[in-house]
């Protein structure tokens, strides 16, 4: 299994923004669909969002929604994600993984992407550190 490589995190003042790049030199990423998740240590992995590089469909958790936008560039093999309006509660270890096609389910009424990785495992990361 090959894990993606993350890159692009950094220290950003809130309401700021910054982008994520999640590439490999292994496979076509425009085969798969590309997950985004962060995780705060001790606390579990939240699904961020996901695009279908399929049908370029994305989906956002709305945590996020508004907010963030993945993308894909196939000339790069490269799945992004902008992040604007960055909050303190954004601070976390950002990684991607690649799956099957996108999942989501609505918990208490709110959309959240499921952080799901069926093809490869999660990156190492890269950590977005938000100042108040």
């Known amino acids: 299994q090959v894990q993606l490589v993350e890159s692009g995190g950094g220290l950003v003042q809130s309401g700021g923004s910054l982008r994520l790049s999640c590439t490999t030199s292994?496979?076509?990423?425009?085969?798969?669909?590309v997950v985004w998740s962060r995780q705060v240590p001790g606390k579990e992995r939240a699904g961020v969002s996901c695009?279908?590089?399929?049908?370029?469909?994305?989906y956002y958790s709305d945590s996020v929604k508004g907010r963030f936008t993945t993308s894909m560039d196939a000339a790069k093999n490269t799945v992004y994600l902008q992040m604007t309006g960055l909050k303190p509660e954004d601070t976390a270890i950002y990684s991607c993984?690649?799956?099957?096609?996108?999942?989501?389910?609505?918990?208490?009424?709110?959309?959240?992407?499921?952080?799901?990785?069926?093809?490869?495992?999660w990156g190492q990361g890269t950590q977005v550190t938000v100042a108040s």
């Open positions: 993984a690649t799956d099957i096609i996108c999942a989501w389910t609505v918990i208490a009424g709110r959309v959240v992407v499921l952080p799901s990785s069926r093809i490869g495992p």
């Open positions: 292994k496979f076509p990423l425009d085969e798969y669909a």
């Open positions: 695009i279908n590089n399929r049908d370029d469909t994305t």
